[in-house]
């Protein structure tokens, strides 16, 4: 140790010694930070990094040998061989890429003993061939423990090293730089330890020619540039990761149309409001929110402008909430917001919610179109309506459906009876499942006739539903429930099989007209139902008559047109139901050729018998009559609309006038019809 001291203190320029040190240390630490980053990738960009951490590497060792030899008071004339310094240069490199990609690798045993022998070993060649390089005009004379000692601390420094590094953690990768830095300097000073000149006493010339100098200054020059180009691209490799890795997690925290915050990003603020909230004793008001008849516009504009006036509404309530004063918007779902409202004053919530009402409501200007958007609001409040964050976002939404089924309030405050009702709707989905297993689903049948001689047409079958308890459930509460549950398909077929099986006993032939819900058409194969219906129950298709509406055909317009063809090659009658109702139904009688139109029934109720109500049914039987369809009038009640039907020239009709709907065993009571295996 006291021959290593003397050899550094008296035999070199301290100052070159620390600059060669500090050279050291410099590409010790870029060189840990690019394998570090290494380690963090792969395939062929792993072996870039490799690469790129041998080529700092090999800076470091050679420079630091180089630049050493170059404050060495060897004290004769000394030069050096080109090739042999180049070889050690090409030694110092290939040995380190060796390394580092053996101490990477996940299939060499021990990586960082054998990363460290080739690493180690490569700085310990790469000194000796160096000095091999270093011709002196004198008589050399080797210290062969210092030798070896060179050769075994080298690696052992390298593998501790490197297994410092593969700990992949930030203290690793400053006890790597440490260590690969004692490595270099420790090889390179007890191998200048082990060498000794002795002078021969010719041509004694100071060491340091300026033109050695030059060439150090050099050596340090490239060396830092070097050093440098690799630590930017560590750092800009790193700020490109980090601002990637911002990228990915706004993308994943934000949704990509509207810029707002998205559903994950939604549960994780409530639950810190929810947090805050309960530490500070304080409210919290949560709305969801959910557009009016959006669906429409996909449909009817298309989907680029309906994205159009989700990303117009996304930016209104990015701009009218207010971060400071503890306010929140998200997108949720396609067509849904939700909202959060920090509760600290009176009106703070009524405030934010008009806000967000008149956002919705204001008109939307795109392609040269004036959209009239709109929305439901429901309300809930913590801890008032809920104790936990999904209690408080049920409520929310069951406001929110209650404002959206009564069109005249557009914002609905949470009530606890709300729960009660969403449980009776939920219970009564349960006994609906099992109704047509227990037999408590029948037919009813309303005749339809003939205007102008009265004579009987055919009948239209009519879901009853017998509750074991509540008794008669009306069809308006049941079929919905069906169609949200998923219900309808089965009792859609079960309705038609049924009707078709009792008209086929039918005598007179009369027709059968069954009803389609536009569930059925998104979800089933329609045209191999009424199919397999027909042969099964031997039904002619000429007397089946199957009824929808405008609603139904446009929650699929293609598919459903194509559907209704194919009903049609199988002989069957497709009649147009609530004409009159839908917002486009030129349209779709020029798509389509019923078989028959049907006015829908709010136009005869009393309140509506108006000039201008008149006016519209004369006008649809005209176009009816234009298009060589016949016309069926529902709802009539009096012997009045009877006539002004008959003197207006409508075809067909059915209403309570004519006949209620009843069971088959009334009509056949009545004699209206009987059953062919009665009649034989």
């Known amino acids: 140790m006291n021959s290593l001291f003397l050899c550094v203190i008296r035999e070199h320029d301290l100052r070159i010694v620390l600059v060669a040190a500090f050279l050291c240390g410099v590409g010790a630490w870029v060189t840990a930070r690019l394998f570090r980053r290494a380690l963090q990738t792969g395939g062929l960009q792993r072996v870039g990094w490799h690469v790129l951490t041998a080529l700092a590497a090999g800076v470091a060792i050679w420079c630091t040998?180089?630049?050493?030899?170059?404050?060495?008071?060897?004290?004769?004339?000394?030069?050096?061989?080109?090739?042999?310094?180049?070889?050690?240069?090409?030694?110092?490199?290939?040995?380190?890429?060796?390394?580092?990609?053996?101490?990477?690798?996940?299939?060499?045993?021990?990586?960082?003993?054998?990363?460290?022998?080739?690493?180690g070993s490569s700085i310990a060649a790469m000194h000796y061939v160096g000095m091999m390089a270093f011709h002196v005009h004198g008589q050399v004379r080797w210290d062969p423990p210092y030798v070896i000692g060179s050769g075994i601390l080298g690696p052992v420094l390298s593998m501790a090293a490197l297994h410092m590094a593969l700990k992949r953690t930030g203290q690793g990768t400053n006890a790597m730089a440490g260590l690969f830095a004692a490595a270099i300097l420790s090889v390179h000073f007890l191998g200048m330890t082990a060498f000794h000149v002795v002078s021969t006493g010719e041509g004694m010339v100071p060491a340091h020619s300026e033109a050695l100098k030059t060439m150090t200054m050099a050596v340090i020059g490239m060396s830092l540039v070097i050093l440098v180009?690799?630590?930017?691209?560590?750092?800009?490799?790193?700020?490109?990761r980090a601002e990637t890795i911002e990228r990915l997690?706004?993308?994943?925290?934000?949704d990509a149309l509207t810029g707002l915050p998205n559903r994950a990003n939604f549960n994780d603020r409530l639950d810190l409001e929810i947090a805050l909230a309960t530490q500070r004793g304080s409210r919290l008001a949560l709305i969801g929110i959910d557009l009016d008849r959006f669906k429409d516009i996909n449909d009817l504009r298309g989907h680029s402008v309906g994205d159009e006036v989700l990303r117009v509404l996304g930016s209104r309530m990015k701009a009218l909430s207010h971060e400071e004063?503890?306010?929140?918007?998200?997108?949720?779902?396609?067509?849904?917001?939700?909202?959060?409202?920090?509760?600290g004053a009176s009106g703070e919530v009524e405030g934010f919610v008009d806000r967000i009402e008149k956002a919705l409501s204001l008109p939307i200007r795109t392609d040269d179109l004036e959209i009239a958007s709109g929305g439901s609001l429901g309300v809930?409040?913590?801890?008032?309506?809920?104790?936990?964050r999904e209690s408080?976002?049920?409520?929310?939404?069951?406001?929110?459906?209650r404002a959206k089924s009564n069109p005249l309030q557009r914002i609905c405050f949470y009530e606890a009876g709300m729960d009660e009702r969403v449980r009776e709707r939920r219970a009564l989905a349960a006994d609906l499942r099992d109704a047509i297993s227990r037999n408590q689903l029948t037919l009813h049948y309303q005749v339809q006739t003939i205007v102008s001689t009265g004579r009987i047409r055919g009948y239209e079958a009519l879901l009853r539903w017998t509750h074991p308890t509540r008794g008669q459930i009306?069809?308006?509460?049941?079929?919905?429930?069906?169609?949200?549950?998923?219900?309808?398909?089965a009792i859609g077929e079960w309705v038609l099989r049924t009707a078709c099986r009792e008209a086929a006993t039918w005598e007179p032939p009369y027709t059968i007209a069954v009803n389609l819900s536009a569930v059925q058409f998104i979800n089933a194969d329609l045209p191999s139902v009424v199919r397999a219906v027909l042969a099964e129950t031997g039904l002619a298709p000429e007397r089946l008559e199957l009824e929808l509406t405008e609603s139904t055909i446009f929650a699929d317009r293609e598919r459903s047109l194509e559907m209704l063809r194919q009903i049609r090659e199988l002989g069957v009658s497709i009649a147009l139901d609530d004409f009159g109702t839908g917002y486009s139904s030129l349209d779709t009688l020029r798509s389509f050729t019923f078989d028959r139109i049907k006015i829908d029934r709010s136009f005869f109720c009393s309140s509506a018998a108006t000039g201008q109500t008149m006016a519209i049914i004369r006008a649809v039987l005209a176009l009816g009559k234009s298009f060589g369809i016949p016309v069926v009038a529902e709802g009539i009640e009096t012997y009045d609309q009877l006539s002004m039907l008959n003197a207006e020239g409508c075809e067909e009709a059915q209403g309570f006038l004519l006949g209620h709907p009843v069971t088959m065993e009334d009509i056949i009571r009545k004699g209206q019809v009987a059953r062919?295996?009665?009649?034989?």
């Open 325 to 343: 004063r503890g306010e929140f918007i998200a997108r949720t779902g396609g067509d849904e917001f939700t909202a959060i409202c920090r509760i």
């Open 229 to 240: 180009m690799g630590m930017v691209s560590y750092l800009i490799d790193d700020s490109t």
């Open 65 to 119: 040998h180089f630049i050493a030899m170059a404050g060495f008071r060897a004290g004769v004339r000394v030069t050096f061989d080109p090739l042999l310094t180049l070889l050690s240069l090409f030694i110092c490199i290939v040995g380190s890429v060796l390394g580092f990609i053996a101490a990477g690798s996940r299939v060499v045993p021990w990586p960082s003993v054998a990363g460290g022998v080739l690493l």
């Open 392 to 401: 408080l976002i049920n409520g929310a939404d069951l406001a929110m459906y």
């Open 380 to 388: 809930a409040l913590f801890p008032d309506d809920a104790a936990d």
């Open 676 to 680: 062919v295996e009665e009649a034989a």
């Open 249 to 254: 997690r706004r993308m994943a925290l934000n």
């Open 474 to 489: 009306p069809p308006g509460e049941f079929i919905p429930l069906a169609e949200e549950n998923g219900l309808i398909l």
